[in-house]
């Protein structure tokens, strides 16, 4: 059976794989919140790719050294659990929306493409739009000079249709 030491160096090395992996890392507060209801977020953060994790503090904190990161450490006090995504701003969204919905969840801040984010810039990225919308709005876009194009082009054929059924219905 594994030490203790040995299982806090697997849990080090599981949360550096996971820190290396992501685009970005959110810090939250879940303190008060039923096992039902982290549940549920766990789930909910799956569908988008990222994992929610509690990790203690200390551990977070090496790890935090151990990557050279310090402007993180603030926030590692409490109860702490921290989501590691690759799209971030679909997870972002699922924990703003969270949050409102359970008092008792808090976002602390986070770490997005290597910089360090607060509370306030975390809940202005939620309101971006996700990579999905912004790849749907891409190709209304450049589908739209090609349907009025057609339009215009098919127009001429529709008078003549038009107008070579007036004339049928005169006779």
Do not use: H, W
Not at 126 to 144: A, P
């Amino acid at each position: 059976m594994a030490t203790n030491k040995e299982k806090k160096q697997l849990v080090i090395d599981e949360t550096l794989a996971n820190f290396r992996e992501a685009s970005g890392i959110i810090i939250s507060d879940y303190q008060g919140l039923t096992v039902e209801k982290v549940s549920k977020l766990r789930r909910e953060l799956r569908k988008v790719g990222a994992k929610y994790k509690v990790v203690k503090n200390t551990l977070s904190k090496r790890v935090l050294k151990e990557l050279s990161i310090s402007s993180l450490d603030s926030y590692f006090t409490g109860v702490t659990g921290i989501v590691f995504c690759k799209e971030y701003v679909s997870a972002i969204k699922i924990l703003t929306k969270f949050a409102k919905e359970n008092e008792a969840f808090k976002i602390k801040g986070g770490y997005l493409d290597n910089k360090a984010f607060n509370v306030k810039e975390i809940t202005e990225i939620s309101k971006l739009s996700s990579k999905e919308e912004l790849i749907g709005k891409l190709v209304y876009l450049l589908n739209q000079p090609l349907t009025r194009l057609m339009n215009v082009l098919s127009s001429p054929s529709r008078e003549i249709v038009t107008v070579l059924s007036a004339i049928k219905d005169k006779k």
